[in-house]
């Protein structure tokens, strides 16, 4: 095994590649992003609607699921997104597949979520089909196949789908439904980083922190760990980013700001980063552990803020 699949391997288990089979978390509701004016009223979108309009069935979903304008109601918002779906529109069907995925409107039902992902995925839609071959990989509501996920997540990437792209790496680095190939896992790392999806800032961070297929320079890495914390706050770049400052490579000492960051990543499960936090709090002055701890409140707010706004 090549020294950078090796890496890539213990990196992309390391920044958790997660099944994506459910993931209504991007998402305010099941239903996508209304595509309607934000100024048409509910009652001429319930005009349209029942009128068999696909894309008003589907914004008349999304203002159920969010409670946009009228009480936030999962089961009036699935009645009018599966009116869609039954009508052949992919936007419906997806929405309708995120339903059943998360039990929104309707019993949780894993195969019917993966039925609804397959149909929107055949016509062309993306995020179902980054979905779809999350259902594969995992085997959640069809059987599991790798080389069917392989498939779908390529079909995805080539549509610019960032997530699709960051698991279609780790694909081609493991030979999972692929063939193993660097120059594939290389590619599609910086095609997803290059969008700022920031796990894949983070792994192209450790690329070139470490000279593992690309020349090591650590300003470029330490760019990329920036970029992921200050776009998602990103764990493994967090702590990435704190030993940098812990250490002083790539940019000036500073044990305030990587208290503060082994804070952000410990707070998000990276067990080294607690360690060295507490290291560190045995080694600060007092007067320094409390501006560490001011920062860390600071770098907390902003984390918070990317949950309510991924």
């Known amino acids: 095994m090549s020294q950078l699949r090796q890496a890539v391997l213990l990196l992309l288990s390391a920044l958790a590649v997660a099944p994506v089979h459910g993931q209504a978390a991007d998402d305010a509701s099941p239903a996508p992003a209304s595509i309607s004016s934000p100024s048409i009223s509910i009652e001429e979108l319930k005009v349209k609607a029942s009128a068999g309009d696909a894309e008003a069935q589907c914004d008349l979903a999304d203002r159920y699921y969010s409670g946009k304008g009228v009480p936030k109601d999962y089961v009036e918002g699935t009645k009018w997104v599966k009116k869609a779906a039954d009508q052949g529109c992919a936007r419906g069907q997806l929405g309708l597949g995120l339903a059943y995925a998360n039990g929104q409107g309707v019993p949780k039902d894993l195969v019917g979520a993966a039925l609804y992902y397959h149909m929107a995925a055949e016509q062309g839609l993306a995020k179902a089909q980054l979905l779809l071959a999350g259902c594969f990989e995992h085997g959640q509501g069809v059987k599991r196949n790798d080389v069917e996920a392989a498939k779908w997540y390529l079909k995805a990437a080539?549509?610019?789908?960032?997530?699709?792209?960051?698991?279609?790496?780790?694909?081609?680095?493991?030979?999972?439904?692929?063939?193993?190939?660097?120059?594939?896992?290389?590619?599609?790392?910086?095609?997803?980083?290059?969008?700022?999806?920031?796990?894949?800032?983070?792994?192209?961070?450790?690329?070139?922190?470490?000279?593992?297929?690309?020349?090591?320079?650590?300003?470029?890495?330490?760019?990329?760990?920036?970029?992921?914390?200050?776009?998602?706050?990103?764990?493994?770049?967090?702590?990435?980013?704190?030993?940098?400052?812990?250490?002083?490579?790539?940019?000036?000492?500073?044990?305030?700001?990587?208290?503060?960051?082994?804070?952000?990543?410990?707070?998000?499960?990276?067990?080294?980063?607690?360690?060295?936090?507490?290291?560190?709090?045995?080694?600060?002055?007092?007067?320094?552990?409390?501006?560490?701890?001011?920062?860390?409140?600071?770098?907390?707010?902003?984390?918070?803020?990317?949950?309510?706004?991924?």
């Open 158 to 310: 080539q549509q610019g789908e960032p997530r699709a792209q960051y698991i279609l790496a780790a694909f081609y680095a493991n030979g999972q439904g692929v063939a193993p190939d660097v120059n594939e896992t290389q590619k599609w790392i910086l095609a997803s980083a290059g969008q700022g999806y920031a796990p894949s800032q983070a792994c192209l961070g450790v690329f070139y922190e470490e000279g593992l297929g690309f020349p090591a320079d650590i300003n470029k890495a330490v760019q990329l760990y920036q970029a992921a914390v200050n776009g998602a706050s990103e764990e493994n770049a967090a702590y990435r980013l704190g030993v940098c400052y812990l250490q002083g490579k790539g940019v000036p000492q500073n044990s305030v700001e990587a208290y503060a960051l082994f804070d952000l990543a410990s707070s998000r499960g990276v067990e080294d980063a607690n360690t060295l936090k507490n290291m560190l709090t045995k080694r600060l002055t007092p007067q320094s552990l409390q501006q560490a701890q001011a920062r860390a409140r600071q770098l907390q707010d902003v984390a918070s803020a990317h949950l309510q706004n991924p």
